[in-house]
């Protein structure tokens, strides 16, 4: 199935956050959700969010129009989650 160029788009700012997010939380960064969002310079706006213990909490939202894929961009996001950021952790933590 040929992507489309917004899903394509969607597609590779995600997988570019998600390798300078797994970089920073390797270096144990305070807030290494924020860190990544700055350094690949996405012009929407970062909403904060921890979890109960006050950890910085990652979280993806993609909002694409109804019928326009987001379902399979979803698998393919949660792709690139397994591949980084739960690498070491075995795929544990994740909440969809």
């Known amino acids: 199935m040929e992507l489309k160029n ?3 788009r ?3 700012e995600t997988k570019a956050y998600l390798q300078v997010l797994e970089e920073y939380q390797r270096k144990n960064d305070s807030c290494p959700s924020y860190a990544a ?3 690949i310079g996405l012009s929407r706006l970062f909403h904060p969010r921890q979890n109960g213990l006050g950890k910085d909490l990652p979280t993806i939202c993609v909002k694409v129009p109804t019928g326009e894929g987001k ?3 979803a698998i393919q996001i949660l792709g690139g989650i397994y591949q980084t950021i739960l690498k070491e952790r075995r795929g544990t933590g994740l909440v969809l």
Do not use: A, D, P, S
């Open 6 to 8: 917004y899903q394509k």
């Open 10 to 12: 969607v597609l590779e």
């Open 37 to 39: 969002w700055k350094k």
């Open 71 to 73: 379902t399979l961009l």
